[in-house]
């Protein structure tokens, strides 16, 4: 996925992944802000909140994580998915994936 069809997947989108047992729901919001959903906005326990950065550049996707390191995948796939996102050398990190219009949870 390349160009603005790259933009149009990810930009005020939610990623839904899985990878190890661990769930991603991730929101794209405006502003290059990354939002994981985690129980949801005003939940007591687990609100959702900003757990770093993401931008597009050159064809990749690139998340920065609060207090961690920067990642920059390649994203695979065609139509309403699933996607593939992948390591500039082509190692593959997530399988599987999709995603949800807007800002919202996974199922």
């Known amino acids: 996925v390349t160009g603005n069809a790259l933009n149009t997947l990810i930009i005020g989108n939610t990623v839904c992944a899985s990878r190890n047992g661990e ?3 991730e929101q794209h919001r405006a ?5 994981d959903y985690k129980m949801g906005p005003g939940h007591p326990i687990d609100p959702s909140k900003q757990v770093g950065t993401w931008n597009i550049a050159r064809n990749f996707v690139t998340y920065c ?3 961690d ?3 920059s995948y390649s994203v695979h796939g065609t139509g309403t998915g ?5 390591f ?20």
Do not use: D, I, R
């Not at 502003?31 to 939002?35: A, F, I, Q, S, Y």
């Open 31 to 35: 502003g290059g802000e990354l939002w």
């Open 65 to 67: 994580y609060t207090g």
């Open 88 to 107: 500039a050398n082509g190692m593959l990190v997530v399988s599987g994936a999709t995603f949800k219009p807007g800002l919202q949870s996974c199922p």
């Open 23 to 25: 769930k991603w729901q």
């Open 82 to 86: 699933p996607y593939n996102f992948c």
């Open 69 to 71: 390191k920067c990642y």
